[in-house]
């Protein structure tokens, strides 16, 4: 499968089971797309009558670029056949049961009332509760116990508001430590916070134990406002900057990202990023809403033929701000062409409900924290392992070939059949998938390719 397009003066071919990426001149790009179903003959006629003012299109020339492309071919970097679709199943099977990361939920509670929030204000539609030690130290004992050969682990502090438990993820962090030597593991740990607890004591220990740390922060002082308020009302844009500005520096500006959540409010989302990064911030990141058709928050269809111009737009000023020495990163144009995802990865995804779990509280297991709370998702506790051996199954089963709308689709293999809790909330199923979720990320890969095609052109 071949997917071409233009974009900012580059006509890039992304060939999507070899992952070749072409980047060539107009004539070469027509080649390319008449290839599969027309004759050296038919491609050679229709180029000289498609280019008749041009002297360097000859019928020597387009054989010679036929000849080039039919030895990519040969080679597979084009038109590569998709032989993946019959050994997907095999690779999660291979993993054998390992768990490598957990996301502690650490705090059913928060102290702002987002009315966008997917985890209904951080109580996940059921009780506010807060993390004991003893059960975050038996969901640290089960991920050791669960993680098999592998050394490093990764452990997610995430909410409602985990800084509302803060004590908590202090000695849960002290007792990972005391287990890695014994025990032959390492430890990754995240915290993932609204900002509005940060103090010196948080910004000093985040600083020696957090690898990540993940700030919310929805842009503007009105766009942020708008929705990311108080029980109050009351908006959290004026408390949280100076934190987030004092916490980003003191970590060197790296190993943290702002994260941002875009909506019906804001689809020109860039004002946004920009805005953040004229703050100081570099490491950003800014997501699309994902509600309910008739939330006032949902992003509309117009809204998404603005935000695709947006990811243009964003794309372009990356490169300027680069060639002007003021370089930032947005999350998800980060594409690593030549060291990336193995086939593995690209096929089975993010692992949630088989290497990758979410526990709430009171110890119960969900597939990811976009699950919890729904009671026909829960896998079982970290007592008694991941009991619901049918759901774990269907889990496992899931991958970019078991939905059957990902099968002509040449983004696949970048996005792994996508996100299973935004397919099961739109479809009902997670071998769904959630179309405006799939248009913008298609969307973000071809800005994220046409951004590596400049940046290579300029070396």
């Excluded at 229709?46 to 030895?71: F, G, H, N, Q």
């Excluded at 509670?109 to 997917?118: G, K, M």
């Amino acid at each position: 499968m071949v997917h071409q397009y233009k974009l900012n003066g580059y006509n890039i071919v992304l060939d999507t089971c070899s992952g070749g990426i072409h980047v060539v001149d107009d004539v070469a790009y027509d080649v390319i797309a008449r290839y599969p179903d027309h004759t050296p003959e038919e491609i050679i006629a229709e180029l000289l009558e498609k280019y008749p003012d041009r002297s360097d299109v000859t019928a020597e020339e387009l054989t010679e670029c036929i000849a080039d492309v039919t030895e990519l071919v040969k080679t597979g970097q084009l038109y590569t056949p998709d032989t993946f679709a019959d050994i997907a199943g095999a690779f999660k099977e291979r993993s054998g049961g390992v768990v490598k990361a957990l996301c502690l939920h650490v705090a059913h509670t928060c102290n702002l009332n987002c009315s966008y929030c997917f985890a209904s204000q951080g109580k996940y539609h059921g009780d506010r509760a807060l993390m004991s030690f003893e059960v975050g130290k038996r969901a640290l004992d089960f991920l050791i116990e669960h993680s098999g050969s592998r050394t490093n682990l990764e452990v997610d502090f995430f909410g409602g508001e985990p800084l509302m438990n803060w004590e908590v993820v202090k000695q849960l962090v002290a007792y990972a430590r005391t287990q890695e030597e014994p025990r032959g593991k390492k430890f990754r740990f995240t915290l993932t916070t609204n900002g509005m607890l940060i103090d010196d004591d948080v910004i000093d220990f985040a600083n020696r134990e957090m690898d990540n740390v993940v700030l919310s922060l929805d842009g503007r002082k009105e766009i942020h406002d708008r929705l990311r308020v108080d029980c109050a009302g009351n908006g959290s844009y004026d408390t949280i900057v100076p934190k987030f500005q004092k916490l980003a520096a003191s970590r060197g500006g790296k190993s943290y990202y702002i994260r941002g959540t875009f909506t019906h409010a804001n689809p020109d989302f860039t004002k946004d990023v920009f805005h953040m990064a004229d703050l100081g911030f570099t490491e950003l990141s800014m997501e699309p809403v994902v509600c309910a058709p008739g939330d006032p928050a949902a992003l509309t269809a117009e809204d998404l033929e603005i935000v695709k111009e947006q990811y243009e737009i964003l794309a372009k000023e990356m490169l300027r701000r680069q060639r002007a020495g003021t370089p930032l990163t947005f999350y998800h144009y980060m594409l690593d062409l030549t060291g990336g995802p193995c086939i593995y990865k690209r096929i089975s995804g993010c692992g949630s409900g088989t290497e990758y779990m979410a526990v709430t509280p009171w110890g119960d297991l969900y597939p990811c924290h976009q699950f919890v709370g729904e009671d026909a998702y829960k896998l079982g506790d970290v007592w008694n392992g991941a009991t619901n051996s049918a759901l774990q199954e269907e889990f496992r089963a899931c991958n970019a070939y078991a939905r059957p709308g990902c099968a002509d689709c040449w983004a696949k293999l970048y996005c792994s059949g996508g996100c299973a809790a935004n397919a099961y909330h739109a479809s009902g199923s997670i071998r769904g998938v959630y179309e405006p979720g799939c248009e913008l990320f298609r969307k973000r890969i071809e800005c994220a390719v046409m951004l590596q095609a400049a940046q290579a052109d300029e070396t």
